[in-house]
């Protein structure tokens, strides 16, 4: 068995979130596509590299990413950074021919998108954006019904992410609120992961119809450190400045199916944590899904016997996707933690294979094209294109 060197950039949330997964692949899916070795953690705040290498269990810490994307021995870069920075690092990365794993959004829009695109192509290393909800068994779950035709035709997609992690005014002005640190703000940072499902479920996205609004325009400035997502309060004495992003967004969706949707996020949204949902519409039954109970996918299906017809709840376990990996019985619980593994255990398989991954940098453009023009729509209140682009 292969071991792949892993050098992670970035030991906040999501350095965490992929440091356990690096640990746990290889007890949950066994034999392991690969063992992949915690190499070096790089933070640009080089007492979090040293505190997150010993927490997170890798060998080596590095107070700067540029030190990790040419070192011999280490075969991916792993980036877990502000959105502002995954461009400048994958690039780096792709050109030191190492294979990528880049957080979502790809990047702060659809021009630096491509230019990640075309860098990794050029270099001809394995690539892949993490949208790991899709990796939740229900989601696959719902993908496999739909690809077996069990719910016909799509009519209709809705999803929403609702938080209210920053519903308090409170919560400091962190690089998510900044533009030039986020790209943009519910959209890019929760929205795109709806998108995701829109166009993993459905398919691609024609033309959008958005809304979008920023609710609280100043915050209280966070200089360095991780964002503790609204957690820490800042006091009253901390200077405030602008929010140029937004807080909300709602968008009509038109399919290149023919399918026709919405999407809705916010991070302002009292009593709503992590409710990222969709329903799905088609000619023969509905499909329904809510984060906050994964184990569970909602179905309807047409040919229900009359006297039985309605949604019923199939709870995932070894016999959904990816049960041979995870736990024995159904709903004994999916986590966060999981939807990380499988990501892990897919990304691994592609690099043993010589397969590329799904979902790559290719869709991270999709998706950053498409919140483009979420963007444009709300800005000129109307329908627009999301440019055609070949694979
Ligand atoms: P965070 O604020 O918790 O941590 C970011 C870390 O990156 C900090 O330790 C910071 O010091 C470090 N950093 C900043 N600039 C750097 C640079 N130039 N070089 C090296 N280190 C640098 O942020 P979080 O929540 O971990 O987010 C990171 C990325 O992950 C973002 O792109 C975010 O959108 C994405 N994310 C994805 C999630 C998912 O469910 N897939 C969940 C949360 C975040
Ligand atoms: C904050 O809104 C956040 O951490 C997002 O950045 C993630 O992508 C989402 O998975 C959880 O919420």
């Known amino acids: 068995m292969k071991n792949i060197n892993v050098g992670m950039i970035g030991g906040g949330f999501m350095g965490k979130a992929h440091a356990l997964a690096y640990a746990s692949m290889p007890m949950f899916f066994w034999p392991a596509p690969a063992i992949p070795v915690r190499h070096t953690v790089a933070d640009v705040n080089e007492?979090?590299?040293?505190?997150?290498?010993?927490?997170?269990?890798?060998?080596?810490?590095?107070?700067?990413?540029?030190?990790?994307?040419?070192?011999?021995?280490?075969?991916?870069?792993?980036?877990?950074?502000?959105?502002?920075?995954?461009?400048?690092?994958?690039?780096?990365?792709?050109?030191?021919?190492?294979?990528?794993?880049?957080?979502?959004?790809?990047?702060?829009?659809?021009?630096?998108?491509?230019?990640?695109?075309?860098?990794?192509?050029?270099?001809?290393?394995?690539?892949?954006?993490?949208?790991?909800?899709?990796?939740?068994?229900?989601?696959?779950?719902?993908?496999?019904?739909?690809?077996?035709?069990?719910?016909?035709?799509?009519?209709n997609f809705r999803g929403t992410y609702l938080q209210d992690w920053s519903a308090d005014p409170q919560s400091p002005l962190s690089w998510r609120f900044q533009k030039k640190t986020a790209g943009s703000g519910a959209l890019g940072d929760i929205g795109t992961h709806v998108v995701d499902y829109a166009r993993y479920l459905v398919g691609e996205i024609a033309?959008?119809?958005?809304?979008?609004?920023?609710?609280?325009?100043?915050?209280?400035?966070?200089?360095?450190?991780?964002?503790?997502?609204?957690t820490v309060k800042a006091s009253d004495s901390v200077p405030k400045a602008a929010v140029d992003v937004d807080d909300e967004f709602m968008t009509l969706l038109k399919f290149e199916s023919g399918a026709i949707g919405s999407i809705e996020a916010t991070r302002n949204a009292w009593g709503r944590n992590n409710f990222l949902t969709f329903e799905i519409h088609g000619e023969k039954g509905s499909l329904y899904f809510n984060y906050e109970r994964r184990d569970e996918l909602q179905v309807c299906f047409s040919?229900?016997?009359?006297?039985?017809?309605?949604?019923?709840?199939?709870?995932?376990?070894?016999?959904?996707?990816?049960?041979?990996?995870?736990?024995?019985?159904?709903?004994l619980g999916i986590g966060y933690g999981e939807t990380k593994i499988i990501e892990t255990y897919d990304f691994m398989k592609a690099i043993v294979e010589d397969t590329q991954p799904l979902p790559n940098f290719y869709d991270g453009y999709k998706t950053e094209l498409i919140a483009d023009a979420i963007l444009a729509s709300a800005e000129k209140g109307e329908w627009v294109k999301v440019p055609e682009v070949s694979v």
């Not at 209280?220 to 503790?228: E, L, M, S, Y």
Request: hydrophobic share 40%; with cysteine.
């Open 47 to 155: 007492e979090l590299a040293k505190e997150a290498a010993a927490r997170f269990g890798f060998e080596h810490y590095a107070g700067s990413w540029e030190e990790v994307v040419n070192h011999p021995d280490i075969d991916v870069i792993d980036i877990v950074t502000p959105n502002h920075t995954h461009a400048e690092i994958a690039i780096a990365a792709a050109k030191a021919g190492k294979h990528v794993i880049c957080e979502k959004p790809l990047a702060l829009g659809a021009k630096q998108a491509k230019m990640m695109l075309d860098a990794v192509e050029k270099a001809g290393v394995k690539h892949m954006v993490a949208f790991n909800y899709r990796r939740t068994p229900a989601v696959a779950l719902a993908k496999k019904y739909i690809d077996e035709g069990k719910i016909g035709k799509i009519l």
């Open 303 to 331: 040919d229900d016997p009359a006297d039985e017809k309605g949604f019923r709840t199939v709870y995932t376990g070894p016999a959904t996707p990816y049960g041979e990996g995870l736990w024995p019985i159904p709903a």
């Open 207 to 230: 033309e959008v119809n958005a809304v979008a609004k920023t609710w609280i325009s100043e915050r209280p400035v966070q200089t360095g450190g991780t964002d503790k997502l609204g």
